[in-house]
């Protein structure tokens, strides 16, 4: 793979990978074959699994809980374009669990026809993110046109049809090149080497042992310092929180719900500030318990 990536999940590079004759995991992604979340499903859950790929993010809830898939690789997260808070509010709304997360470094690559070359190419598509990414990229460039399509893979797909012209390219990553037969022109043309962007494995059932962090949402009383008296349920009991985020509850005008993660299992002192928080909110959920991965290397 040619990703740089963190593990934290049900396996990975010398993790889980299917048995010989034993039922290969189905994955659903976001985005056609190739796109980054489906390297994030493979440094998660290895490489023997079936990936299948879903227009929209509400699509992976959708085949997940109809069995149609195994487990949702669900992006979260980016270092540079911040939290994908729409993804966020469907943890709350759906039911599914988080067992597993890992963190993708994000290489962008100029992927061409066979036999391009940069002087041939006057258009380049790809996801809006990506090409907000690639800024750099096209200010050295002021010749090529940045046209935003609905997915990096999908750019790449739609330009190696039959009839794709030779004078396009896309921004997707090594692996939709290789699928699709491109040509990669640039590796690494993003414009700050520090992107990742952090997935979450989601499952109909929890997680069973080996947790190492735990992601909860809850919603609080209205009351004069409550939010400070959460924060100290895990504070006053030596428990870290690795990070917290508000999200305004639909219908409700300036009522929020608030994500956190805890670094722990759910059990010992997480257990305990849990129960703390419970009796100051009006809504508590544990999402998911699972390893937590490791910070990138720079």
Same mark, same amino acid.
């Given at each position: 793979?040619? *990703?740089? !990536?963190?593990?934290? !999940?049900?396996? !990975? *590079?010398?993790? $889980?990978?299917?048995?010989? !004759?034993?039922?290969? #995991?189905?994955? $659903?992604?976001? /985005?056609?074959? /190739?796109? %980054?979340? &489906?390297?994030?499903?493979?440094?998660?859950?290895?490489?023997?699994?079936?990936?299948?790929?879903?227009?929209? %993010?509400?699509?992976? %809830?959708?085949? $997940?809980?109809?069995?149609?898939?195994?487990?949702?690789? #669900?992006?979260?997260?980016?270092? #540079?374009?911040?939290?994908? &808070?729409?993804?966020?509010?469907?943890?709350?709304?759906?039911r599914l669990h988080v067992v597993g997360e890992a963190q993708l470094r994000i290489r962008h690559c100029l992927i061409a026809r066979p036999g391009a070359s940069l002087a041939s190419i006057r258009r380049v598509s790809s996801h809006p993110v990506a090409l907000a990414q690639c800024r750099d990229f096209f200010a050295r460039h002021p010749r090529l046109e940045p046209l935003a399509a609905y997915d990096t893979a999908g750019s790449v797909k739609a330009l190696l049809r039959p009839d794709g012209p030779a004078s396009e390219a896309a921004i997707a990553s090594r692996l939709a090149a290789e699928l699709y037969g491109g040509q990669v022109l640039l590796e690494g043309i993003e414009d700050d080497p520090q992107n990742y962007t952090r997935f979450l494995v989601l499952a109909r059932e929890p997680r069973e042992g080996g947790a190492s962090k735990t992601s909860i949402v809850f919603v609080l009383r209205n009351a004069p310092g409550v939010l400070y008296r959460a924060l100290g349920a895990f504070a006053s009991r030596g428990v870290d929180l690795s990070k917290i985020e508000s999200r305004p509850l639909r219908g409700r005008p300036w009522e929020y719900a608030f994500y956190a993660d805890v670094i722990g299992g759910p059990e010992g002192a997480t257990a305990d500030a849990l129960e703390e928080l419970r009796g100051m909110s009006t809504e508590l959920r544990v999402l998911g318990s699972y390893p937590a991965m490791d910070p990138p290397m720079n």
């Open positions: 793979m040619s *990703a740089d !990536g963190v593990i934290g !999940g049900d396996g !990975g *590079a010398g993790g $889980v990978e299917a048995e010989e !004759g034993a039922a290969r #995991l189905r994955v $659903v992604i976001q /985005g056609e074959r /190739g796109a %980054f979340s &489906h390297e994030a499903a493979h440094l998660c859950l290895g490489r023997a699994i079936d990936v299948v790929p879903r227009l929209a %993010f509400d699509d992976l %809830f959708d085949a $997940v809980e109809a069995s149609e898939a195994d487990r949702a690789i #669900l992006p979260v997260e980016n270092t #540079l374009a911040g939290s994908i &808070h729409e993804n966020y509010d469907r943890l709350r709304a759906r």
